[in-house]
């Protein structure tokens, strides 16, 4: 260290050493050292085991809730994984996808279940609900998709 630094850190003494006033100046800069070395193992290992990183997450208007939730619940097992939430319509959310912009996205399912550059996993599936006047033919009649008009 005394190459390094051009002082003497250390007095010999006859039974040991006694430190200068220059290694007690460096002492607590040689401790933040120590702690970063330590945090950024344990961050270098928590980046090898999976979980930690960044993780950019494309979500329709109508899911945010649950992505919100999704992510609070998963920050508290993964507290180092960052997130970046972007909300859009899902032809945007594709292209951002195709892009790697994203790295991935929760929303309507449309043209991508067919297609073959996407995993699809289908989380769950809504019914269709149409609201009506109280007046309308329609009230309380159940309908399946190909028996809407126009179909």
């Known amino acids: ?84 939430v972007t909300t859009d319509h899902a032809n945007n959310l594709r292209q951002a996808l195709l892009s790697n912009r994203i790295d991935c996205y929760l929303g309507m399912a449309n043209k991508e279940l067919e297609d073959s550059i996407f995993d699809v996993d289908l989380i769950f599936s809504d019914a269709f609900v149409g609201i009506c006047a109280p007046d309308h033919p329609f009230v309380n009649r159940a309908m399946r998709p190909d028996q809407a008009p126009g179909t």
């Open 1 to 84: 260290m005394r190459a390094y630094y051009g002082v003497e850190l250390f007095k010999r003494l006859a039974r040991g050493v006694q430190p200068t006033v220059f290694a007690l100046a460096l002492e607590p800069h040689a401790r933040r050292m120590l702690r970063d070395m330590s945090e950024s193992q344990a961050e270098m290992d928590a980046i090898a085991a999976g979980s930690s990183g960044r993780i950019s997450v494309g979500v329709g208007a109508s899911f945010i809730h649950i992505v919100s939730d999704t992510i609070d619940e998963f920050a508290r097992h993964f507290p180092l994984v960052q997130f970046t």
